[in-house]
Every structure is written in C-alpha cells, then in structure tokens.
C-alpha cells in the first residue's frame, strides 16, 4: 500500500509562486512513476507534470512549462511541484499520483495511477 499526503497549498496573489509537496510512505518507490494532476470545479482532472522515482528529468504540460518545476527528495520520500507566474486559471485542488509501468504515452492520463492524495487546494487571486 502507498500513502500519499500533499501539503503547501492556500491563497496567493496572481503573479506569485507556490511550492507544493507530496509526502510517500509505504512500499518502495523505486519502480513508481510520481505525477501531479489539477482539477478544477466543473473541470476534469488535468496533468501537470511527471517524474520517475528512480531518477531521470521531469515531464511538463505545456499548460505549465516553464512556470512550474518539479523534483523529489529520496531521502525524505517526498516530492514538490513549484509554481510560478500563477494565474487565477491555475485555481483548483493539486493532487499527487503514483503508479507503476507509466510510460510517455499514458503519463498524462490519470487512470494510469493506482496512489492519490487527498489533494491540497490553491486559490490564485487577481
């Protein structure tokens, strides 16, 4: 079993940043891919970006290249998504996924992972 927990999320003015985490615990993380999905009200959920626990650089969304980053502490199992420049669109709950056999082809889908968090939320005011 994998527990997943985010943290970081709240209100902030447009044009500011946020670091997001997603704290791991349970099995072994090495074979897991760890993505970061958005839903916002009436939308569907919509990714942002994804990495390999094991190593190799991040995936972005082109909604997010260039303003967001991810990485990941495997000393501390945990993972972060900072966001910048935020825009009100960029409103909605943030969540963390894990799952296994996450290729680039099904990275963006997120029937693709088994793991969720509860989800933080973040509020872009303008």
């Known amino acids: 079993q994998v527990q997943l927990v985010e943290s970081g999320g709240g209100l902030v003015q447009a044009g500011g940043s946020r670091r997001l985490s997603c704290a791991a615990s349970?099995?072994?993380?090495?074979?897991?891919?760890i993505a970061w999905f958005r839903q916002a009200p009436g939308k569907e959920r919509e990714f942002l970006a994804a990495?390999?626990?094991?190593?190799?650089?991040?995936y972005y969304a082109d909604s997010v290249k260039g303003r967001a980053t991810m990485s990941r502490d495997n000393a501390d199992m945990t993972s972060f998504l900072e966001m910048n420049t935020l825009e009100p669109e960029d409103s909605g709950v943030y969540y963390c996924a894990a799952g296994v056999r996450i290729t680039e082809a099904t990275m963006a889908d997120y029937v693709s992972y088994t793991y969720w968090g509860q989800g933080t939320q973040v509020t872009v005011s303008s």
């Open positions: 990495i390999h626990w094991s190593g190799g650089n991040p």
């Open positions: 349970g099995r072994t993380f090495w074979s897991y891919t």
